[in-house]
C-alpha cells in the first residue's frame, strides 16, 4: 500500500510549481472503500494523460523521480480495479478525466481508455481516486511512518507537505550520536557517491540499521547492510548513501546490483566508513568510545562538512548547527477548535522558514506545533511577533480549509492575530529567548490557559 502511494506522491513532485512546494493530500475511507491523492502541482495536459496511461511510456527525464513510466498505472491498478483520473493545467479551461474500471476493459477488448472533459473546478492540479478494498484503518499509523522516511529529503527541505486524512506528515530522523557522524563523498566507477554514516545511541539487534540507499532525494531502501557484514557488534551503524547516478529497477523498489559499479560500491563503501565501524566494535566490545578514533572521526567530519557545507545531505538533526530546540513550552494559541503552539527553533538558513507538527494527546484534543525558524533569511526582520503571526496564520488556514478557501482564511486570521497586543507581547518574549536559551518565557495568561481564543467565521 505504502509503495503504490508513493508511486503517486512521486508524481506530484514530478509536477512541483516552480519555486514553492507541492501539497499532496492522500484521503482514504475504509467502510465505503477509497482512496484519493490530490495535488496542487501543475497538471497534465489531455496528450500527457493520455501518454502517463500508456504502459512502459514516458516523457520524464532522468532526472525526475518517477522516470520509467509505470508509476501511475501499476499504482492505480494494484491498489484497486476502478479508479479516475482528474487533472487540469492553470492556464487551461478545461479539466481532463479519465475512468478505468478493469471488467469494462476487458470486454472491450481494446486497448483503448476514454479520456473526457469538463469545466475544472480548481485551479489546477490532479486528483486520484481509486475504489479500493484495500483499506484498513491501521493505515492512518503506517502511512505516516512509511512515506516520512521515504519522501524524508522532500520533507524536510519544504519541496513537500504531505497530509494523511488531514493530518501533516513529518519527516523522518535518526537517533544518532552527532559526534559519530561522518559525511562522506567520492566518485565510484565514474559515478558521483556521497553520504554520512554514524551510530545510533542504541544498538538494534532486530535488523534496524544499516544504509538508507538514496536517489535524486528519495529514499529506495533502508537498513541496507552495504560495506559491512551484519553482526551484534555493528547494529549500531546507520547512515544514508546519494547513489544518483545509479540505476534502479522498473518498480523503484531497489537498485541494480548485478554490475560492476555495484561491487566497486560495495568496496569502496567498507573503506571508506571503517573509522566508525571500529567505533562500533569498540562500543559493542569495551562498552566505550576508542578516543584515537573518535577523534579521526571528528576531523574527517570537520573536513567534509566544510567541503560539502551538508548540502542536499540532509544531516541528522543533532548535527545540525544551531538546531536546538528554544526550551519553555511555548506560546499556546485557540482558533476555534483548533489548538496550536507556537515555539522559535534555528536549524540553519537551508530549512524551511516554517514548519508544522501535529502532537496527538491521550483523552485531550491534538496541538499543532508551529515552528518558525529564526535561522531562515525570512525571520531577518525587526518584529519576530508578527512573522510568527504570519506563519501561525499559514498553518491554521491549511488545517481549517481547502486549497481554495486558503488565502481568504489566512488573511482573516492574521489580521485577528495581529491585533490581540497580549499575543504579540508573548511572542516577542519567546523571541527574546535567542540570547537567554535557559529563561523560561513570561507569558500572559487569562486564566484558562490559553493566550489567545478565536473564532472564525
Excluded at 476514454?114 to 473546478?121: E, G, Y
Excluded at 555495484?262 to 569502496?268: C, G, N
Excluded at 499559514?394 to 486570521?413: D, M, P, Q, R, Y
Aim: contains cysteine; glycine residues 8%; aromatic residues 6%.
Amino acid at each position: 500500500m505504502a509503495e503504490a502511494l508513493a508511486e503517486l506522491v512521486d508524481n506530484a513532485i514530478d509536477a512541483r510549481p516552480i519555486g514553492g512546494p507541492v501539497r499532496v493530500q492522500i484521503a482514504f475511507d475504509t467502510h465505503e472503500g477509497w482512496i484519493r491523492v490530490t495535488d496542487d502541482g501543475h497538471g497534465m495536459s489531455r496528450a500527457s494523460l493520455a501518454s502517463a496511461l500508456v504502459l512502459a511510456q514516458s516523457e520524464k527525464s532522468a532526472e525526475k523521480i518517477g522516470k520509467f513510466g509505470l508509476g501511475l498505472k501499476t499504482a492505480c491498478t494494484s491498489l484497486g480495479e476502478r479508479f479516475t483520473i482528474w487533472t487540469a493545467q492553470k492556464e487551461a479551461t478545461y479539466a481532463h478525466i479519465a475512468h478505468y474500471d478493469a471488467g469494462q476493459f476487458i470486454d472491450a477488448g481494446e486497448w483503448k481508455l476514454p479520456i473526457t472533459r469538463r469545466r475544472k473546478n480548481r485551479p489546477h492540479g490532479t486528483v486520484v481516486t481509486i475504489d479500493s478494498a484495500r483499506v484498513y484503518p491501521a493505515l492512518q499509523q503506517r502511512l505516516p511512518r512509511s512515506l516520512g522516511w521515504v519522501f524524508r529529503h522532500f520533507l524536510v527541505d519544504g519541496m513537500l507537505e504531505l497530509e494523511i486524512n488531514g493530518v501533516r506528515v513529518a519527516p523522518a530522523d535518526y537517533d544518532v550520536d552527532p559526534e559519530s557522524v561522518m559525511p562522506f563523498e567520492g566518485i565510484v566507477g565514474g559515478k558521483s557517491v556521497r553520504g554520512w554514516v554514524g551510530l545510533l545511541r542504541r544498538s538494534s539487534q532486530r535488523g534496524s540499521y544499516g544504509f538508507a540507499l538514496v536517489r535524486h532525494r528519495r529514499i529506495i531502501r533502508r537498513h541496507e547492510k552495504l560495506g559491512f557484514q551484519p553482526h551484534p557488534s555493528t547494529a549500531r551503524v546507520v547512515g544514508e548513501i546519494h547513489l544518483d547516478d545509479f540505476d534502479t529497477n522498473n518498480l523503484k523498489t531497489d537498485f541494480i546490483r548485478e554490475t560492476t559499479d555495484w561491487r566497486e560500491l560495495e568496496d569502496w563503501v567498507s573503506s571508506t566508513i571503517e573509522p566508525v565501524l571500529a567505533q562500533s566494535r569498540a562500543l559493542a566490545h569495551a562498552g566505550m568510545l576508542d578516543l584515537k578514533i573518535k577523534t579521526q572521526i571528528a576531523e574527517e567530519r570537520a573536513r567534509l562538512l566544510q567541503e560539502l557545507n551538508g548540502e542536499e545531505l540532509n544531516l541528522p538533526h543533532a548535527l545540525t548547527p544551531s538546531a536546538a530546540l528554544f526550551e519553555g513550552e511555548g506560546v499556546p494559541i485557540a482558533i476555534g477548535t483548533l489548538q496550536l503552539q507556537h515555539v522559535f527553533v534555528d536549524v540553519g538558513p537551508d530549512s524551511p522558514y516554517l514548519s508544522s507538527v501535529r502532537e496527538t494527546r491521550s483523552g485531550e484534543a491534538d496541538v499543532v506545533v508551529v515552528q518558525t525558524n529564526l535561522g531562515h533569511p525570512a525571520a531577518r526582520v525587526a518584529d519576530l511577533a508578527s512573522w510568527a503571526c504570519h506563519n501561525v496564520a499559514e498553518v491554521a488556514a491549511h488545517e481549517l480549509g481547502s486549497n481554495e478557501e486558503f488565502t481568504a482564511l489566512k488573511s482573516i486570521v492574521l489580521v485577528k492575530l495581529l491585533a490581540e497586543r497580549d499575543l504579540r507581547r508573548a511572542l516577542d518574549q519567546s523571541s527574546r529567548l535567542r540570547e537567554q536559551p535557559h529563561e523560561q518565557p513570561q507569558l500572559l495568561d487569562d486564566g484558562e490557559g490559553d493566550i489567545l481564543s478565536l473564532t472564525v467565521a
